[in-house]
C-alpha cells in the first residue's frame, strides 16, 4: 500500500524552527516529485515548496521563500521542509504529496499521492 506519512508539526513560538518529515512506504518516493502543500481554516490549499524526483529542482511559494527549504534523503524514503523564522501567517496543517510529474505537482499543485498532514501552530 503506497502511503506518505508526515510528522514535526507542533507548536513554536514566532521566529522559531521546525523541521517536517514525510516518510513515503510502499513505494520508492526517490522516482516522484514531492510536494509540501498547506491548508489554513477557511482558507484554500497552498503550493509550499516541491523538489524533483533528483533532488536538483525546487521551487518555493513567495510567502515562504527565504525562510523554508525542502530536501530529500533517497536513502530514508523522506523529504523534509526546515522551516524557520515562522510567523503566525504559517499557521497551518501541512500536507506532502507525490507525483511522478513535476510540473503537475508544482505547478498545477495536483498529485496521485497526499499524506494525511500535521498540524502547525506559531503563536506566543
Known amino acids: 500500500q503506497l502511503q506518505l506519512v508526515e510528522s514535526g508539526g507542533g507548536l513554536v513560538q514566532p521566529g522559531g524552527s521546525l523541521r517536517l518529515s514525510c516518510v513515503a512506504s510502499g513505494f520508492t518516493s526517490g522516482n516522484y516529485a514531492i510536494g509540501w502543500f498547506r491548508q489554513a481554516p477557511v482558507k484554500e490549499r497552498e503550493g509550499v515548496s516541491c523538489?524533483?524526483?533528483?533532488?536538483?529542482?525546487?521551487n518555493y511559494a513567495d510567502t515562504v521563500k527565504g525562510r523554508f527549504t525542502i530536501s530529500r534523503d533517497k536513502t530514508k524514503n523522506t523529504v523534509y521542509l526546515q522551516m524557520n523564522s515562522l510567523k503566525p501567517e504559517d499557521k497551518a496543517v501541512y500536507y506532502c504529496a507525490a507525483d511522478l510529474n513535476y510540473s503537475r505537482i508544482c505547478v498545477s499543485f495536483g498529485a496521485d499521492y497526499w499524506g494525511q498532514g500535521t498540524q502547525v501552530t506559531v503563536s506566543s
Open positions: 523538489i524533483g524526483a533528483s533532488g536538483a529542482s525546487t
